[in-house]
């Protein structure tokens, strides 16, 4: 799942300084919005829950990546801003549509069968895909993956054995305060940490069915301090994303949301690493070009500590196959192939994904690519 802190500024006239304004959600939120102007503001939060009219701004489905065929699961619907939505209608195949409740989350029983399970926003184009798994006997509690960092304003997914498929049988603790589980099924967890957990080395524990497990993480969070660089219109200027809760260098990204008024020199989407320091900072280049708002995010590029998923990956690309021209038929199928007799090599297929099938506009196929390369690359 993706999400990103967002921070909005305002470029004063040349001459005037620039105040800062930062504070924290109360709420667990997916945005934090803290408004930055030449005269100080108070800072707007967004809520966790989405009013029904942002329906029409609807952003992505949050599903457990691997579902278990005929068992419980529960998905999460977001809109634009990353606020869960409520009362949205959701295709899962096999002719039915349920609606996510008060919460914007839904449960639901995983159809039986083989192949990549799909769910689709019936007044979106917003879809997901997971990986289904075969019913097994009842498995222990277990954590597979933990990701060794996790931002507080991102959600991250853990894989294991032994979960809720219903996402509030599922008891989340991280340092001792509650995650929210976003999205669930027996064999993984997308979840949200608490708002009050303080960055820095903590403990996550799963209670499930009365069994708990638990493993270490860090949690980190973002800074930015608008007074260190001031930005005015027509001068370039250094802005300054400081990495709290570790010294341990971090790549994230870095995105401009409001090109007309702030310009990124590089490009409008970033890729930075922070110092690894004790003042853990990433800094970039950027220049105002008008007096008024902007704004930017900033999102931790996780490391799930995951190997690459061929299995899940062979299954996406069977079903893009079913969505292919001739022409993407013929450089498909020796992939498929490879992948098949050389698991081994996921890298070197996804590679070749890349290389063959970027670009805009493959529409259901290009959503198959893009979702068999994201299995493939792990991390």
């Known amino acids: 799942m993706k999400s990103r802190q967002t921070i909005n500024y305002r470029i004063s006239p040349t001459g005037e300084y620039n105040h800062a304004v930062r504070h924290r959600a109360a709420l667990p939120s997916l945005l934090l919005v803290a408004s930055i102007a030449a005269l100080a503001v108070s800072p707007v ?26 068992q419980p699961a529960t998905l999460a619907v977001l809109d ?25 989350r839904a449960k ?67 340092s001792g305060q509650h995650a929210l589980v976003l999205a669930a099924s027996p064999v993984a967890l997308v979840l949200l940490p608490g708002p009050r957990i303080k960055p820095g080395e903590a403990r996550i524990v799963i209670n499930s069915a009365g069994n708990a ?6 949690v980190v969070s973002f800074e930015f301090d608008a007074t260190t660089h001031p930005v005015v219109p027509g001068r370039r200027s250094k802005l300054e994303v400081r990495a709290v809760g570790t010294d341990h260098a971090l790549d994230i990204e870095v995105k401009n949301h409001t090109p007309g008024t702030l310009r990124f020199p590089d490009g409008d989407l970033q890729l930075l690493r922070t110092r690894g320091t004790d003042d853990n900072i990433a800094d970039f280049s950027v220049e105002g070009l008008t007096p008024g708002d902007f704004s930017f995010s900033v999102k931790l590029i996780h490391r799930s500590g995951l190997p690459p998923d061929p299995d899940a990956a062979e299954q996406f690309l069977i079903e893009a196959r079913r969505h292919a021209t001739d022409k993407q038929q013929r450089r498909l199928e020796p992939l498929i192939g490879h992948l098949q007799k050389h698991p081994k090599d ?34």
């Open 213 to 218: 497990v638990s493993a270490p993480l860090t």
């Open 45 to 70: 939060l967004s809520s966790p829950f989405a009013p029904p009219q942002t329906i029409t701004a609807l952003g992505s489905i949050v599903l457990p990546p691997r579902v278990v065929a005929g």
């Open 346 to 379: 996921a890298r070197r297929v996804e590679r070749s994904l890349q290389r063959y099938f970027s670009g805009p506009s493959l529409g259901q196929f290009g959503f198959w690519i893009d979702s068999a390369r994201e299995a493939l690359r792990g991390e």
């Open 108 to 174: 639901f029983t995983v159809p039986p069968g083989n192949g990549p399970f799909l769910t689709k926003i019936t007044v979106s184009s917003a879809q997901a895909a997971a990986v289904v798994v075969p019913q097994a006997d009842a498995s222990p509690v277990t954590i597979a993956n933990v990701p060794p960092f996790v931002s507080l304003r991102d959600g991250f997914t853990i894989r294991g054995s032994g979960f809720q498929g219903d996402a509030d049988a599922n008891d989340v603790t991280v």
């Open 80 to 104: 634009s801003t990353g606020r869960l939505v409520p009362g949205v209608p959701i295709d899962i195949g096999n002719g039915q549509i349920i609606r996510t409740d008060a919460t914007g």
